[in-house]
Every structure is written in C-alpha cells, then in structure tokens.
C-alpha cells in the first residue's frame, strides 16, 4: 500500500504534491488547533458560555469571504485556526461527558477517525485520476435528505432521525473524504492552489466523521450498561 501511494504521488506534477503537502500540514494544524479548543474548555467551560456559538459563524463567514490571494493566505490560515480552536471549544461538553463516562471512548473514535480519513484519502490518491468524482451529485442529494430530516424532526420527533443522521451521515461524510480529496487534487491540476479552502473542506469531513463515531460509540456503551444493570436485577 505504502509502495503504490508513493509510485502515484511521484506521478504527480511538483505543483500537485507541493499543493498536496501544504493542505495536509494545514489539516493538521487544524486539527492541533481543535485540540487546544478542547484542552480550553476542559480547563475553562468556556463550552457552555455563548461565545463559541458566536465566534464559530464569524470565523466561518471570514475564512470564506476573505480576499483569495497569495498575499493574504497566511492571513486565512491563521482564521482557520481560530475557526477550528472555536469548534474544539463548542465541541468541549460532548468530548467533557465522554470522558466522564469512558476514556477509551474518547480514543477509540479518535483513532477510529484517524484510520478512517487516511485510508480513504489515500485511496482517493491512489485511485485513477477522477473515478471518484461521480459521487458528488448522489453525496449534495443525501446530504440534503439529512438536513431535510434535520428540519422534520424540529416539526415532528421522530426517532429513526437519529439513527439516519448517524450512520447516514457517516457514511455520507466518508464519501466526501473521496469526493473532496479528489476534487482537490484536479482542482490543483488546473492550477487552483486555495490551500485554506481544500483543508477546510476535508477538515469539515473529519469532524463529522469524529462527531458521529463518537456519539455511535456512546450510544453502544449506554446500551451495555442498561443490559448489565437488567441482568443484576
């Protein structure tokens, strides 16, 4: 697997790995940014205040309005952290409760997560060049059905909601690890080079992925520990 990702990386031309490799430490940084988000509200509940719910739209609206120029890239990057550092704060009461309740939860679904986008990343690189573009009309329709379910279930609760926006959802998201990562790499081919806005949309890709793996597993664990406390009865 290594040996056939590192022969299609080579096949790339050096503006495509160098817009490649630049995403990926911006992703990562991203993701370190989350993770002082988290490490903030754990030490600070500034989770439960008002104000990531406030600075995550703000954020949001200036990474993607913000003049697209070489000259203002750095400007972006450093929006983009502050954007993930908001959402690691806002994420902060769910990551608090997990911990509360089980550690190994909290990093099962992080390595979970972790083995998730690189494997389908990678294929994404490794694949042909645009095998994977296809799924970008049936992801936008499935990811409408969810926020269609999203509003009903405002209107009318419905339990099966959740279980759609879970596994529906990953699976949705999962897609768009392909979608995007090769949707990157054509744009790159084509002389596109936003670094900030391809690391946004695989840094959303991760998130949601994280956000879903977690609840499942919260979910499953709750589940055994009604079944424990049943058979002790």
């Keep these: 697997m290594a040996l056939t990702t590192s022969q299609n990386l080579s096949k790339f ?19 370190l940014s989350m993770s002082a988000g988290l490490s903030l509200h754990l030490y600070t509940s500034i989770g439960y205040t008002i ?23 750095k400007t972006r990057k450093y929006l983009l952290y502050c954007l993930c550092t908001s959402i690691g704060c806002e994420l902060g009461p769910l990551i608090e409760v ?16 972790g083995v998730v ?15 994977y573009l296809f799924l970008g009309g049936f992801l936008s329709s499935m990811l409408s059905v969810l ?31 392909l979608y995007d990562t090769q949707l990157m790499i054509e744009k790159a081919y084509h002389g596109s080079s936003d670094v900030v ?5 695989l840094f959303y890709d991760c998130v949601a992925i ?9 979910k499953n664990f709750r589940k055994q520990e009604e079944k424990e406390k049943r058979r002790k009865k």
């Design 13 to 31: 031309p050096p503006s495509v790995r160098s817009h490649l490799t630049q995403v990926y430490w911006t992703l990562l940084f991203s993701v």
């Design 98 to 113: 997990t911990l509360e309740t089980d550690p190994f939860i909290l990093l099962t679904a992080v390595s979970g997560t």
């Design 117 to 131: 986008f690189l494997c389908f990343t990678g294929a994404a690189i490794v694949a042909e060049r645009k095998s």
């Design 147 to 177: 926020v269609w379910f999203s509003l009903l279930s405002f209107l009318v609760p419905v339990k099966v909601e959740q279980y759609v926006q879970l596994y529906v959802g990953l699976l949705v998201f999962t897609g768009y690890v």
């Design 210 to 218: 994280f956000v879903r793996i977690l609840v499942v597993l919260m």
């Design 51 to 73: 104000f990531p719910q406030l600075l995550v739209p703000l954020f949001i609206l200036l990474t993607t309005f913000y003049p697209r120029k070489s000259e203002t890239e």
């Design 197 to 201: 806005t391809d690391a946004v949309m």
